[in-house]
């Protein structure tokens, strides 16, 4: 029992950080290519906001075609799970919903969005223990 709360503890941190990274590699690697290569100016201004954008659309569409249950923060969806709805939200901890959350948090915070941690963070260890 200890070895499986243990786990359910380091499972979605580890996710976390590795998702955490990525996105602070992401915005890096922006930044290089769009400031430092592009000689800033205005060639880098206008690579940065269409990176961006690209970035956030593809973000939008990872929701849309994997799983439109990914939206949001999902701390609602848990909060309803927990009263006894599961058998409606039980898309929202599905594998294409941990999958879609994942990347389009990857790319909704790579790409700009002033987007929290928190309710996504909540979500992602929710679907991984239902697991």
Known sequence: ?????????????????????????????REEVCIARAGG????LVLYVVSGVALCVLSTLYCYLWSPEAEGSGIPQMKAVMSGFYDKLK???????LAAKCLGLLCAIGGGLPVGWEGPNVHIACIIAHH
């Open 91 to 97: 898309p929202a901890l599905s594998v294409w919903t």
């Open 41 to 44: 100016g205005m060639l880098g």
């Open 1 to 29: 029992m200890m070895a499986f709360l243990v786990l359910l503890g380091v499972l979605p941190a580890s996710l976390i950080f590795v998702v955490d990274l990525s996105v602070h590699s992401l915005s890096e690697l």
